[in-house]
């Protein structure tokens, strides 16, 4: 009996082939990994304009596309920082690449300067202001939307919360601090003098330095905190079951831990340091805004009387 009769004639067609004098087999495990996954695609995480976070390409396999600020680019990045056209993803076999188009301020992957790099799973890209995500197949659909929240939870430049989680938490840690007499504080705080350091040194340093304080600051926040960015250069941290001298101390932890953390955009020394004001919720309170208001009155008393400095 022939080994194969059991197997469809097509497969057999792909296992079998004659030779002269001989026969070649082919393994069936073989089969499946000439073939590119289906469903790669890129996601886009981050923009100046919010209004298209999440927005989907889908990669074929077959054609390059193009990011740059040029029209007729396969994605559009409208941004005085990106080239005409900036960057390329070609298809490279059963992978993708990413291809810097000699452009003029670069193309970073996982915050790396890149001029030509395989893309793995996961990976972000950025070009100029816009972030990219790409997934290499699978389950897209199911990858896609985990995408989708975490872009309305998560910054995705900085990997603080959202201003809108931030809110959602504040006012549910509110509730609880006052349904059992329990302390809750707020830390505002910004980076000093940060339009100097896009001015200086442009706009792709002053996002450097967003991430980098992103990092700084989240290596120090405990799992029941929320630390968000609120807007621009400003950040909030939530604390609960903490008083005003304890959230007055955790400030300065994160003040001290800025000013000496180096700073660096290609090479160059960027002094950073960062004013915080701290509040603590009252029986008066009864939103919100009201806290934030507090938090950011004592923000504005630090930025008044020298910055660098903690106000509570």
């Known amino acids: 009996m ?27 495990s073989l089969i499946g990994e000439k073939a590119r996954p289906a469903g790669a695609c890129l996601i886009l995480i981050h923009a100046q304009d919010r209004t298209h976070l999440g927005r989907k390409w889908t990669l074929n396999g077959e054609e390059t596309l193009t990011i740059g600020r040029d029209v007729g680019a396969s994605i559009v990045v409208d941004a005085p920082s ?27 992957l996982n915050d790396r300067l890149v001029s030509e790099q395989t893309l793995r799973d ?17 389950d897209v659909e199911a990858q896609y939307h985990e995408e989708i929240y975490s872009l309305m939870v998560t910054d995705a430049l900085t990997q603080a919360s959202t201003k809108r989680f931030f809110l959602e938490t504040l006012e549910r840690e509110i509730v609880r601090a006052q349904r059992h007499a329990r302390p809750l504080s707020l830390v505002m705080f910004d980076i000093d003098h940060f339009k100097s350091i896009n001015d200086t040194h442009s706009h792709l340093a002053g996002d450097d330095v967003l991430r980098d304080l992103g990092a700084t600051i989240r290596a120090q926040v405990r799992a029941e905190e929320c630390f968000a960015r609120y807007g621009g250069e400003e950040f909030v941290l939530v604390l609960p079951e903490t008083p005003r001298a304890g959230a007055a101390t955790v400030a300065e932890k994160f003040r001290a831990a800025v000013e000496t953390h180096r700073f660096s955009f290609e090479g160059v020394v960027i002094p950073v340091t960062i004013s915080l004001g701290v509040a603590e919720l009252g029986a008066e309170m009864k939103s919100p805004q009201e806290l934030i208001k507090a938090a950011d009155d004592k923000l504005y008393n630090s930025k008044r009387s020298g910055r660098n400095r903690v106000s509570s």
């Open 122 to 138: 996961g990976d972000r890209f950025k070009v100029g202001p816009a972030i990219f995500k790409f997934f290499a197949g699978g």
């Open 2 to 28: 022939d080994e194969h009769s059991s197997v469809p004639p097509v497969v057999k067609d792909l296992l079998t082939a004659a030779v002269p004098s001989r026969t070649r087999l082919t393994r069936l």
């Open 82 to 108: 990106v080239s005409r056209t900036h960057a390329r993803i070609e298809p490279r076999g059963r992978d993708y690449a990413l291809v810097d188009a000699k452009s003029t301020n670069g193309t970073f």
